[in-house]
């Protein structure tokens, strides 16, 4: 039986809803009808996009400039940037005051290295009311040894922070550029009007990594709420002693803060302690939040104790397992014999199962698991039912 480790990280990617129409792209009347196109979810279909192409290069001549926005962005999906900076240079050439499709040209020519171009078309963006160009702008001024001119850009910036770790990290680096004169206010502020919960969401690896080395810089401008930021960062990067003297900060003055239950929780298992965590899961369940069923599952099948699965298993039964839970379920699955009981928690009802089952590469994986255990009667009952 072959690993799904492959699968699973690159159909981690392949999650999120097509929250757009993407069947906008099927019709090239909808081209010129730029305001269509706004969302990138539009562009979340890789076979609408490669449809897209295909009609283009078979009939090239048949766009004017003012229709090729849409092909531009599925070129880019198709990760073939030198036809995407193409398509875009004729479609500005057309309509010079786009702020979008300039700044996604300016993101090519960052890709190229071509950075002073690049800062150029940012803001031009920027100057055509595009605030998202403020973000690119001060990422090139930082990473070219430029902090200084981020200073323009602060209002917007500060905006962009309190959601965007990686724009809070680059308005800290900002706030230290001067390293016997810190700007500890600028630092603070900042800090005190992060939205933590957010930031755990959508950020990173390394901007957490990068919030850790920025605390140890300055520890005293972060508050007991913000430093999950720099606890996740110590995490992720295997510095386990500092990540739980961080989250123990933490719950000292709020024992009932998930997020750090559910951190100390990953860093009592790698420390070795597998009961710890394990009680750190129990007291996020009895607060109520039974996502933690998420973790007790990530917690057995990392740890392949046969007494955390028994502990958690009425909890298992019938619950809605996120996608990325499920992958790893099935993995566990394919790679161990005499786990059906998982295959079919994997497999089981709710809304996490959907992405599964709309991904061809996943359902193709899956028909493979199941195979695995044909001598099930459910997996016969499974098989029919997503053949139909």
Known sequence: ?????????????????????????????????????????????????????????ANPGGYSDKELFPVAICYMTLHQPEK????LEKYISSSPNDAKAIRTYANILAVFGDFENALSNFKKSYALGDKESAKLIALILLQTNRI???????????????????????????????????DVELAKTSINAAKTGEMLKSSSIDTFVMALNLYMLEKGVWNSKSLILPARGAMLSGHWGLARSLYSEILEENPDNI??????????????????????????????????I???MELFIVSKNQGIFDKYKKN??????SPKVRLAMLGFAA????????????????????????????????KTVLKKYESD???KEFLKKISK
């Open 294 to 296: 998420n973790d007790a």
């Open 377 to 379: 009667p459910r997996s």
């Open 335 to 366: 790679n161990t014999d005499g786990r059906a009981d998982m295959l079919f928690m994997a497999l089981g009802g709710g809304e996490g199962v959907k992405p599964l089952l709309e991904n061809e590469r996943i359902l193709s994986e899956i």
């Open 1 to 57: 039986m072959k690993k799904l480790s492959i699968i699973i990280i690159a159909a981690a990617l392949a999650f999120s809803a097509y929250a757009a129409n993407t069947d906008v792209l099927k019709d090239k009347a909808n081209f010129s009808k730029v305001e269509l196109f706004a969302e990138d979810s539009v562009f979340s279909n890789p076979q609408i996009n490669a449809e897209v192409v295909r009609a283009y290069e």
């Open 316 to 321: 298992f039964e019938g619950f809605d397992f």
């Open 84 to 87: 995407t900076k193409a398509m």
């Open 259 to 292: 997020d750090a239950l559910k951190g100390k929780s990953i860093v009592e298992f790698n420390l070795g302690g597998i009961n710890e965590a394990s009680a750190l899961l129990d007291k996020i369940l009895a607060l109520g939040d039974k996502s933690a």
């Open 148 to 182: 200084d001119g981020i200073k323009e850009y602060l209002p917007e910036l500060s905006e962009f922070a309190k959601t965007d770790l990686g724009i809070l990290n680059i308005l800290l680096s900002y706030a230290y550029r001067n390293q016997n004169n810190r």
